[in-house]
């Protein structure tokens, strides 16, 4: 009843607006467009300019980087709402809490059991791993067996239907970096995409927007793999038609591309198709980790990207016969630790080595990126002096390495 | 005439805010109505004494960074619904509310094709039907939020 009380004070005004104006609707002056309600600003005028100010903003968005620092207050201020907007979901996770005790013993019996099946893998491992070492050591290749890692709890997930990403609580302040890799217990979950103080965000390997290098891990088959959505499939599309791949193939990662640290599984065939006459193959992959599932998430701390190590191989090659830059700059990211521990590695060997033996192994460092990142670590476990920074840094599987 | 309800208009927005976040299951995730766009509209409609347009644009930056949408995308949006539906307050008026109901319904579908767009500009692709499912909730939601905003702003003027 207001309401329409209210329509009919408007279309008066206006009415008694138009015979005003009567007289001047003749001579057609400036003064005929004017507003009929003239009160601030209009609506259009607003909204138009609201409008630009938003189309500016997408402008600059779509053109190039994201805007980051506005966004990061933002949602520093916006956390409140996103508390509670997830209370209740706590509230269901509570209630999983007052489970029933037998429940608990059982999974804490089954738990047990896994650990011991799998530490007894990983005996094996060990020594696997030495001798995987000291082979690489040989060729002196780049690649670790293991990698720094750190868990991660997935604080929310984001709840737009059509993005896969969801919020990890470790940030900035960890040590985070964007373009880094999640995984779960069993494969490649996705990266970090956007990093905030005390938070990043994950886009997960499902994403529509996600895509990732991987390989055959039977044949070595080199693929990229891209995401479709929740609760799909992932696509390798145009593979050469006469690729060899089949139903049942495990997918790997692959360290090209410089993002993913390689050999992390990423899942498994599920179907290939090839449409007669077509140029190309395309196989479906289901993924091997729990997407969507589960709390914890785990970041891992490979070697720095290969951009990184080029652009160390450049400022070595430009500090001639110096390694130490190389070293401290290829050790910087995986915290501030490591890098410092590098350096007293690096001096120590050009003491212990003869000065014959150094040119050979330093020539290779300009002309490819892998070695450089290498280099400190072979004279340190080559040598058993330098054993003490060892521990620091944790991406190196030395401690179980017997003496060449 | 009756105080300008600031109070309700604020706390209807931070409700919507929190629905449009809350966790829904799977399967029907993709057919969340669209709580913000209903609730801006109501008070379009019903009350020009509200900074509806404004709060249309805060709102829509928030929720991009709470989304993590290309920052405008949702603005643009909410303020278009509300330009226009502030511009056609004086026929909706006349609407009962079955009317208004389907007279709605294009302007949820607009802004479901208006957030495709920008997505597909943006390079985000997804899956082209299931965008259209919020246009439908939405529609189905409008009596049941028109009524309860329709009620309290009824008792609270009696009062």
Same mark, same amino acid.
């Not at chain 1, 269901?92 to 809490?97: D, R, V």
């Not at chain 1, 030495?130 to 670790?144: F, G, P, Q, T, Y």
């Not at chain 2, 976040?21 to 766009?37: E, K």
């Given at each position: 009843m207001r309401r329409s009380g209210g329509g009919s004070n408007l279309r008066a005004t206006h009415f008694i607006r138009l015979n005003r104006e009567g007289a001047s609707l003749n001579s057609l002056s400036a003064s005929s467009h004017k507003p009929l309600f003239p009160r601030g600003p209009g609506l259009g005028l607003k909204t138009l300019a609201l409008l630009m100010v938003c189309g500016g903003l997408m402008a600059a968005e779509l053109d190039g980087e994201r805007i980051k620092s506005p966004r990061e207050w933002l949602a520093v201020a916006l956390r409140p709402v996103v508390w509670m907007a997830e209370l209740p979901d706590q509230v269901?996770? @509570?209630?999983?809490?007052l489970d029933s005790r037998q429940r608990l013993l059982n999974e804490n019996i089954a738990l047990k059991n896994r650990q011991l099946t799998l530490e007894a893998q990983l005996q094996r491992y060990a020594a696997l791993d @030495?001798?995987? %070492? %000291?082979? %690489?050591?040989?060729?002196? @290749?780049? @690649? %670790?067996l293991t990698d720094q890692v750190a868990v991660a709890d997935i604080v929310a997930a984001n709840q737009d239907p059509y993005r896969q990403q969801i919020t990890l609580n470790k940030g900035e302040r960890d040590g985070v970096y964007r373009g880094q890799a999640i995984i779960d217990a069993s494969g490649v979950l996705g990266q970090v995409v956007e990093v905030l103080p005390g938070t990043s965000i994950g886009l997960l390997l499902t994403d529509p927007d996600h895509g990732i290098p991987v390989e055959i891990n039977r044949n070595g088959l080199q693929a990229i793999a891209l995401g479709q959505g929740s609760g799909q499939r992932l696509r390798l599309s145009f593979l050469p038609a006469n690729a060899e791949i089949m139903k049942g193939d495990l997918v790997v990662s692959s360290s090209l591309g410089g993002r993913f640290p390689a050999g992390f599984p990423v899942g498994r065939v599920e179907s290939v198709e090839h449409t007669p006459g077509g140029h190309f193959k395309e196989a479906l992959v289901t993924p091997a980790a729990r997407v969507g599932q589960g709390r914890q998430a785990l970041l891992v701390w490979s070697e720095r990207p290969a951009i990184d190590a080029l652009q160390a191989s450049e400022a070595a090659a430009a500090e001639a016969q110096q390694i130490k830059p190389a070293a401290s700059a290829v050790a910087a990211k995986p915290a501030a630790k490591p890098a410092v521990a590098a350096k007293p590695a690096t001096p120590a060997q050009p003491t212990q080595a003869p000065p014959s033996t150094q040119p050979p192994a330093a020539k290779p460092a300009p002309a490819s990126p892998p070695p450089p990142a290498e280099k400190p670590a072979t004279p340190a476990s080559a040598t058993p002096a330098p054993a003490a920074p060892e521990p620091a840094a944790p991406a190196r599987p030395a401690p179980t390495a017997p003496g060449p | 005439m009756s105080r300008t309800p600031f109070r309700r208009f +604020?706390?209807?927005? /931070?409700?919507? /805010?929190?629905?449009?976040?809350?966790?829904?299951?799977? !399967?029907?995730?993709? !057919?969340?109505?669209? +709580?913000?766009? /209903?609730?801006?509209?109501?008070?379009? /409609?019903?009350e020009p004494r509200v900074p509806a347009l404004i709060s249309a644009f805060l709102l829509g930056i928030a929720l991009d960074v709470l989304y993590n949408t290309v920052l405008g995308q949702h603005a643009m949006g909410f303020v278009l619904l509300v330009f226009f539906m502030a511009r056609l307050r004086a026929v909706f008026v006349l609407f009962p509310l079955w009317q208004s109901t389907i007279a709605l319904i294009p302007a949820w579908a607009a802004y479901c094709l208006l957030m495709t767009m920008v997505d597909d500009i943006s390079r985000h692709r997804a899956d082209v039907w299931l965008r259209w499912l919020p246009a439908l909730s939405t529609t189905l939601f409008w009596p049941l939020v028109y009524t309860v905003l329709e009620g309290a702003t009824r008792r609270h003027s009696q009062e």
């Open positions: 269901g996770l @509570a209630f999983e809490h @030495a001798e995987n %070492r %000291r082979i %690489r050591e040989l060729l002196d @290749a780049s @690649a %670790r | +604020w706390l209807s927005l /931070l409700v919507a /805010l929190f629905l449009q976040l809350v966790a829904l299951p799977d !399967a029907v995730a993709a !057919a969340r109505p669209l +709580w913000i766009p /209903l609730i801006l509209v109501y008070w379009a /409609l019903a």
